[in-house]
């Protein structure tokens, strides 16, 4: 018995767990990364939380920056103040540093203190820790 070749896809940030596509040729596989490649895959998570977010739904808008924790490099938001009265202030504007991380998220569903909450990215970096 054969066993098939496997073409990876795509994955998640190595730090976070979750779904990985494969293809099962070269023809797709190139199809497909092709279409990561123009941005023309939409990205969409479902977390689950403790506790249900308010509002229920909204942009997530903080900054991310790379870190050294404990040996191990990670992203960690980097919120600015002036984020926090943008009404006043006006938009925020890119930290020296950081990358932009803005995610669409709305909750779907919610009961018990949790709360089933849909992502949809609009930038690259999504991996609010």
């Known amino acids: 018995m054969e066993t098939p070749s496997l073409h990876l896809i795509h994955r998640l940030d190595k730090e ?7 293809a099962r040729s070269k023809v797709t596989a190139r199809e497909l990364h092709q279409l990561f490649f123009q941005r023309k895959v939409q990205k969409k998570y479902w977390v ?5 977010p308010e509002p229920m739904e909204g942009i997530i808008d903080i900054p991310l920056i790379d870190k050294t924790i404990a ?12 984020s926090l ?7 925020s504007k890119k930290q020296t540093g950081s990358h932009t991380a803005i995610t669409n998220f709305r909750v779907i569903s919610h009961g018990g203190g949790a709360a089933l909450v849909e992502l949809i990215p609009e930038t690259g970096k999504t991996t609010y820790n």
């Open 85 to 91: 009265y943008q009404d006043v202030t006006g938009p």
């Open 71 to 82: 040996g191990k490099n990670k992203m960690v938001v980097k919120p600015e103040l002036g």
């Open 16 to 22: 976070t767990t979750g779904v990985m596509m494969l």
């Open 48 to 52: 689950v939380t403790v506790g249900v």
